[in-house]
């Protein structure tokens, strides 16, 4: 993650010097200006966390400048430096919007407690918009279960935990995309820092443009007021567009500019802005197929996948249904007060028998609804309704699998329903017990515990 960024605005080279190089030794990046007009500039260009200027310069004072930085953005705070305070002069300062008035010479430790004090204040208000202008989730562990894909993509995944490379994760609807992209932003380096979600899918090219770049007033007829993009929300953060594959192909270059230059402009703007964000993305799409129907750009598509991470569906990895389940039991028990309530075995057997098309999204509602509709301390068969079909037992195939899929997914159900017993399990299927043995270790299929 890059450093944070300060721009000293002094027209003596000593001053600079002296500041520069103790921010320096403490981690700081550095841009110097020595007047108005070379502030601006390097304020327009770059993207500083905070501006240090002094009262009086060659072609105005920081109370000159201080206007024409807000009209860049409002956001990033102006200490004043003079060699002549007075307390008028301190007032007007900070009414006109500096955010400290500090007098000559300057205590440098003192400097870097204010600095440290105004990055923790953005911080906290990049968290408050982000949380602001997302749906909120509800917070669970992506790796919940012991079976092999789900350990699989756990170990993938933490590889990738400091590292700063966009992340496209692949995965149906409701199997989890949104909480790995969470749970990768909340272990990395930025996990300090705002994470903002945006769900691309069904937005139009104007309301997703102005959702992700802001716009500025009179952009367009709607525009009456000044609007600050998503990017900039998520600056230092971590920026997760789901459904990714939905997004305007007009919009795309725009997208590709951001992660290749770290730049974009806001609609109706003429000046470009900088900003440092970790992309992650997710679809549930064939997103190489849209490329090849030049629906999605191939350069953005190659920016996005440096890391791809694949969600499994819940129907390949059944034995992970009752630990999954009894999970999200307790979640939802604690969130109602109902206290501790159990699956009783017919509840289970009924969970790993069906085929779960809305994955671990409908998994939890069809455990809310059971909740929610019996008083007792066990869920049993009776309580359960899948997508309005009430009592299902038994399994259910489902059409999208390969034969080979459903091969595999029948043995482990057999499987788990005989306790790992594999006499019993191969006589069931009607197969001999060497052959069954053969399959498990084809299909990499782990034993439930008996």
């Excluded at 949380?131 to 170990?155: E, H, M, N, Y």
């Excluded at 790995?180 to 930025?190: D, G, K, T, V």
């Excluded at 937005?203 to 000044?226: M, N, Q, V």
């Excluded at 399990?425 to 017990?433: E, K």
């Amino acid at each position: 993650m890059a450093r944070n960024r300060i721009l000293i605005v002094d027209d003596e080279p000593a001053v600079r010097f002296g500041i520069r190089e103790f921010l320096e030794l403490h981690g700081y990046e550095i841009d110097e200006a020595e007047s108005c007009q070379d502030a601006r500039h390097i304020f327009s260009t770059s993207r500083p966390d905070i501006v240090i200027a002094d009262y009086m310069l060659p072609d105005g004072t920081a109370l000159d400048l201080l206007p024409r930085l807000k009209e860049v953005d409002s956001e990033i705070p102006l200490l004043v430096l003079t060699g002549h305070g007075s307390i008028n002069l301190a007032v007007r300062a900070i009414k006109e919007g500096a955010e400290q008035f500090l007098t000559k010479p300057i205590e440098l430790h003192t400097l870097h407690v204010i600095l440290q004090r105004l990055l923790e204040k953005q911080r906290s208000h990049h968290k408050h918009l982000a949380s602001k202008s997302r749906q909120v989730r509800q917070t669970i562990d992506p790796f919940i279960g012991t079976s092999a894909a789900i350990r699989s993509l756990a170990d993938q995944a933490r590889k990738f935990l400091t590292t700063e490379s966009p992340v496209l994760i692949l995965g149906e609807t409701g199997s989890g995309k949104g909480v790995l992209a969470r749970w990768l932003h909340e272990n990395s380096p930025r996990a300090e820092e705002a994470f903002v979600d945006l769900n691309c899918a069904g937005l139009s090219r104007e309301l997703l443009e102005t959702e992700l770049f802001g716009h500025e007033k009179g952009a367009f007829t709607s525009a009456t007021s000044t609007k600050q993009g998503l990017f900039e929300v998520a600056h230092r953060g971590t920026m997760f567009l789901d459904e990714v594959g939905d997004v305007d192909l007009q919009i795309q270059p725009k997208l590709l500019k951001v992660l290749e230059d770290k730049r974009f402009r806001r609609v109706g703007d003429v000046r470009d802005r900088q900003v440092d964000v970790r992309l992650i993305a997710a679809t549930h799409q064939d997103i190489i197929q849209l490329v090849r129907e030049k629906k999605f750009r191939d350069d953005l598509y190659f920016r996005i996948s440096t890391i791809p991470l694949s969600f499994p569906p819940l129907r390949e990895r059944i034995e992970d249904i009752p630990v999954v389940a009894q999970y999200l039991l307790n979640k939802v028990s604690t969130d109602l007060g109902r206290g501790e309530i159990q699956l009783n075995e017919d509840c289970l057997k009924a969970l790993q028998a069906y085929a779960w098309p809305g994955n671990v999204r409908e998994l939890r509602n069809v455990i809310e609804r059971a909740v929610l509709l019996s008083d007792e301390k066990t869920i049993g068969l009776k309580d359960l309704n899948f997508d309005g079909h009430p009592n299902v037992g038994a399994p259910s195939l489902d059409s999208r699998l390969t034969l080979l899929q459903l091969e595999k997914q029948h043995i482990q159900r057999v499987l788990q329903e005989e306790r790992g017993r594999v006499e019993k399990a191969a006589n069931r299927l009607g197969i001999p017990r060497s052959s069954l043995y053969q399959k498990i270790k084809k299909h990499q299929i782990p034993m439930p515990k008996a």
